[in-house]
């Protein structure tokens, strides 16, 4: 099943929300706020955000993308993401 | 064949690859190999990637294309740095491009288990990924009695390739007085004569002997292996801490904490190697990796603080999460290889296997036992197998004792290990080391790079 960029950026805003404590008011972070220079996720974050990534969206991440600068925000990771359940048998997705 | 670092450099330069490299190569393609300790780019042309498995990070130039590769679970690592006049400046260790003036921001990693290739013609860059690790999830019905027999067959049949290839190196073992380095010394003990155990303990007073090393001098007697006790004092500690953070590379304190206890071990065997008068090379030995590969870690708690946390995500997720942070970080290879030390991580060359387990089998609190007991039940004494298990950095279960608290009480916390590091590398923006290791993965190039700097060197 593919998944639209909206509704992925949607449940990584919950699961970090929830995950990382991160204000409902807080201003600074919305969907292009980078999530590691601005404090809202830290290293043992971004495995618990790949895996659910990765389980949620049945997609595997591959390190070339974990680098990339689009996933550093929700939008960009939501935007990968939505490429890498759209292809069939989603092995793993690259960064080009 | 070993190669000469410096004959490798000239040869290379000629092509516009300027290496750096000086941990030696491990691996083979396939059944049919013969693997030695390498020092050099590798036959890379010949070699069919797919099949490629080992410790190694590989270079090769030819025309106006630079082609390099590193091992599969990223053990051995590979930095580059491409500089605008076509030149590739490649090293192992982060300090090396560092001491040739290339930037922080200009140093990039060759992922784990992927081949980049650089065309300077066509200016483009394309990193691929030759290797998947698999873990057996999906795999039907299996024991673990089976699966411990089927390992032991692996680890056998290494251990008669490593004493055919090193029978004449002296072999230094690391010794925690765990199950994973214990099961590593029960079969050296069988196949290489020139073996010493190395045992590091923490001892402010230099006579109390951890619960650790207590256990693996009584595993050394029972082997019948030589053991040297290596005591370290709190000074002693802290003064390792500068070499843990450079040449393990990293500065996160799980990291570091296990990279002072090789650089302790790492010195004293550096220190033997003169006194043993006949001049053979050593080979190091450690019980690495297994933890990784079962997912056996657990975080600890100092005065309510928990430290060497870990992500909160399944244990099969977990056992990825872990295996995949082998691509940052170099607190063994890097550590030991600083002193000249070549190492060989006996579970790694068992990869396939051991990350063919399926997860439910290693899921228990006691399943690290039941497996190690179906390895090697006939190797080794009962009594290991009902220790509780200790971190080699902290050594005892009945409190929290070595290099935790020695760092922690000196002000030495998880800030200012990043700071140090920072300045250690000459890193004048903090968000940078953010991006440096991201996920347990150092940062890797995605295209070929267009901003130049004032150095000349290209970033993304």
């Known amino acids: 099943m593919a998944f639209s960029p909206t509704s992925i950026a949607e449940a990584i805003e919950r699961f970090i929300r929830t995950e990382f404590q991160v204000a409902d008011n807080d201003p600074t972070f919305t969907w292009d706020a980078h999530l590691f220079d601005g404090g809202f996720v830290d290293s043992i974050g971004f495995v618990q955000l790949v895996a659910f990534a990765e389980s949620t969206f049945d997609v595997k991440v591959d390190e070339d993308v974990l680098m990339s600068e689009d996933f550093t925000t929700i939008n960009g990771i939501s935007k990968v993401v939505a490429f890498g359940s759209a292809q069939p048998g989603r092995s793993s997705m690259s960064a080009r | ?460």
């Open chain 2, 1 to 460: 064949m070993i190669r000469g670092q410096t004959e490798s450099v000239r040869t290379l330069e000629a092509v516009g690859l300027e290496s750096s490299l000086r941990i030696r190569n491990f691996y083979w393609a396939g059944d049919s190999f013969r693997p030695s300790l390498q020092l050099g780019p590798g036959p890379l042309g010949v070699l069919p990637l797919k099949l490629l498995r080992g410790q190694f990070a590989l270079a090769e130039a030819a025309d106006t294309r630079i082609t390099l590769v590193r091992d599969p679970l990223g053990i051995n690592k590979l930095f580059f740095a491409i500089h605008h006049s076509g030149r590739v400046s490649i090293a192992n260790y982060l300090i090396d491009l560092v001491r040739r003036g290339v930037p922080g921001d200009a140093i990039y990693s060759v992922p784990a288990g992927h081949c980049v290739e650089v065309d300077f013609h066509r200016r483009t860059l394309a990193s691929s990924r030759y290797f998947t690790a698999q873990i057996g999830d999906t795999r039907g019905e299996c024991s673990l009695a089976d699966e411990g027999a089927a390992i032991r067959g692996h680890l056998e049949a290494w251990f008669t390739r490593l004493s055919d290839q090193f029978h004449s190196r002296k072999i230094f073992l690391c010794l925690s007085g765990g199950l994973d380095s214990g099961l590593i010394a029960a079969l050296a003990a069988r196949y290489f004569r020139d073996l010493t155990a190395y045992t590091y303990c923490y001892s402010q007073n230099g006579d109390e002997v951890s619960e650790d090393a207590t256990s693996a001098l009584r595993l050394a007697r029972a082997l019948n292996i030589p053991v040297r006790l290596v005591t370290a004092s709190r000074r002693d500690v802290l003064d390792a801490v500068h070499n843990a953070l450079v040449y393990g590379q990293d500065w996160r304190d799980f990291n570091v904490h296990c990279a002072i206890v090789n650089e302790l071990l790492g010195r004293a065997m550096a220190d033997d190697l003169p006194r043993a008068g006949d001049g053979a090379p050593a080979l190091v030995l450690t019980g690495d990796l297994m933890n990784e590969f079962v997912a056996d870690y657990s975080p600890v708690v100092y005065r309510g603080q928990e430290y060497y946390s870990l992500p909160k995500v399944d244990r099969a997720a977990l056992r990825r999460a872990l295996i995949r942070g082998l691509n940052a970080g170099d607190r063994e290879i890097g550590v030991f290889g600083r002193h000249g030390l070549d190492v060989i991580q006996p579970y790694g060359l068992l990869a396939d296997a051991l990350l063919d387990l399926p997860t439910r089998l290693v899921s228990d609190e006691d399943s690290k036992q039941v497996l190690a007991r179906s390895i090697a039940g006939d190797l080794l004494p009962d009594w290991i197998f009902a220790r509780t298990k200790v971190r080699a950095q902290i050594g005892t279960s009945r409190g929290i004792t070595g290099i935790l608290p020695v760092l922690l009480d000196s002000g030495r916390d998880a800030a200012w290990l990043r700071s140090t590091f920072r300045q250690a590398f000459g890193i004048d923006n903090d968000a940078f080391l953010s991006s440096l290791i991201r996920g347990g993965v150092y940062r890797s190039l995605p295209m070929f790079p267009t901003r130049v700097g004032t150095d000349g060197f290209l970033a993304h």
